[in-house]
């Protein structure tokens, strides 16, 4: 449980304000990608739907732990007093269980592999995930270090496999897209592992002794700002992939059309 | 009643998490098949709107439960004091009044059997089904173990007419699906026999003595987790069947054009 008396009032409303925008970009995003999901052709129409549920529950998220922010605290004659009401950061391991697993679905389907790649991929790449998450719970809300590093090492596994499986196990899918697109599977992809090596290191803080305001406030706002990259970022991404692809398609298809 | 009193506050955190997670579950599913209930044949759309409903309605319910939950407790020093508001459980029982036989009719819907069979088997399992709940409400809320022993029998007589109706009396209306849905059809039914399983289990926990803190962690997490495999992963099921009879069908249809 977070000690929120040792946070100023200045270091308090700087995480309120990064729940917000968190809160805000992950909305806009969502309602972004549900107007423009018609602009892509059909079959990447499910990729988009489900990008933008990625950011919906987001949004749902953030709302929570803002809310859970504001219930902890009360400023009282310039200083943070604490009401007894903790601060959920559980809210955190509720959103990735649901978001994450489907970050790399929607990878995998607008790469349209074949049904039945695309449901292996699926299952073992969001088993993982889901794995990767409950296991990083019991760590996260223990009271004492020892479990902390033993669910961080545990936890650390299905990471490690994910992280193998997009950038050795899908060379030869990513082989297999337009020209136009395998730059942008590669950023994505470079996002998606940049922005998750925030976590496992953010998650040892506590157990290298940094704690204290200033601990929490680099926490919170800097997991803001990996969700904002891991989500809405790479579902932009995922977006720019499915347009270009939907061209590159339609481009084959009417120049068929004039050659029959 | 439930006695919240018992509860750790990591207990009690831990399913407020599982009812939040609950939630988000219900309303992405819902989203998810609302907006690709046009990807399906015009004959499926019914079926998906009705599956969208039910996640629909389970959202609402979780919400309400989520904050009966939340009002039933004050943290106070890190216990759990109960605020003297009872925690509604009521609320899954007119949940699933209305959720239960929809998810039947789903299931009859995406089956597109002939028109007097729809209504009959619509008809004679959903109306089983909103008995079951019926009668196991006066149970649920029963201050002694009699009744609740009486309602479980009773609850359990339209239950087992059910799961005998789906294994053993839909056999004829499966063998006549197209076979790569036939697969699909039974995993479906074999989800709902098991996750069904788990609700009158669970009812006899307070008559064979299992209260306190755990018995309640596990049972509300428990049918959360029920109700998500019932609902969501069912639905999900169900728009697959929708999506590979529509193709089934449509590959048909252009087979027949060409041969016209």
Redesign the interface.
Known sequence: MLDMGTLSVGQYNFVGNAFSFGLAVMAATTIFL?LM?NEVA?AY??AI??TG?VT??AA??YL?IMMSWNAAVDISSGAVVST???F?Q??R???W??TVPLLLVELILVMKLTQSETWRKSLTLGGAAALMIILGYPGE?AESLGPRFIFWILSMIPFLYILYQLVIGLKDSISKQPENVQQLIKVAIYLVVASWAFYPIVYLFPAIGLTGGAAVTAVEVGYTVADIVAKAVFGLLIFMIAVRKSEHETGKASTAAKKS
């Open positions: 549900w999901r059909p129409r499910m739907t489900i549920l919906a529950v749902y998220h929570q007894g009401e903790p959920n559980a809210y391991y509720v959103d269980l649901l809300v």
